[in-house]
């Protein structure tokens, strides 16, 4: 069941995004493995607890509680990453359970779940007031949630450098509201808080957490990487191959005093939120 507000993003992570993803699925796992420990070390799950997994991708979070001992159920719009997800999880010899739903109207299956978590996979909702709501109903009334988003981009370095590299050479991107859905939507606590309550849900606290991610071995690695895969690479979507060109060499030259020593690290902010039902 899906909503006709977050359509797009089906389609999205459905198409191109989504066979990115897949493509790229053990890099992204490892760039964002400090990430994904410190989330999990916040979730706090134990042995047996159910855990409603959401935008759980390829698979990784949705593993790793199932080697804890936890019964893991991930959701997701993604049929391709899914697929993969079941796959991994065979291959790894843990027990999850896969859905493809669209967690803003999927009737998940009432007071279920002891943990609301996500890696990165609420910040997409049209209306995500009605989406946590409707996640809401689906844990016990002991419930708690525990997810990472990321803080405001200019606090990425790992997308504010690329960026700003290539900006005066692609076409003029779309502004996006504060409000829309994205990778940064829930950069304003405010509003995290805000939805959460509207929600249904109390005791809400954000913690910054700040770290290094990989891109790349080389120079040349880190920069095909990130034409290819995030922002940079829907920012040349609409790009003319001299525009490719004059911004591939703008972005290697902002990377290069980055590339000192091997793997080529940038910083990373995101917030890491819990709260309870």
Sequence with gaps: MSSPNNADQIAYWNGDAGARWVAQQARLD??????SDAALK??????GEHILDIGCGCGDTSIKFGKLGARVTGADISAPMLGVAKRRTNEANATATFIEADAATHKFDSNSFDLLFSRFGVMFFADPDAAFANMRKAL??????????????????????PIMA??????????????DPGPFAFAD???VRRILANGGFDAITLNPFDTKVEIGNTLDDAVTYLMEFGPISRALTDASPSQREQATNALRDALAPH???API???AAVWIVTAKA
Excluded at 30 to 35: E, N, Q, T, V, Y
Excluded at 141 to 161: I, L, S
């Design 30 to 35: 490892a760039m964002l493995s400090p990430i």
């Design 42 to 47: 916040a979730a706090n799950v134990q042995h």
């Design 140 to 161: 016990k009334p002991t419930g708690r949630a525990a997810f990472v988003c990321w803080r405001d981009w200019r606090e990425n370095e790992w997308v504010r450098v």
């Design 166 to 179: 290539v900006r005066p050479h692609v076409p003029p991107q779309p502004q996006m509201g504060p409000e």
């Design 189 to 191: 606590p405010a509003r």
């Design 259 to 261: 590339a000192k020593a």
């Design 265 to 267: 690290t940038l910083g």
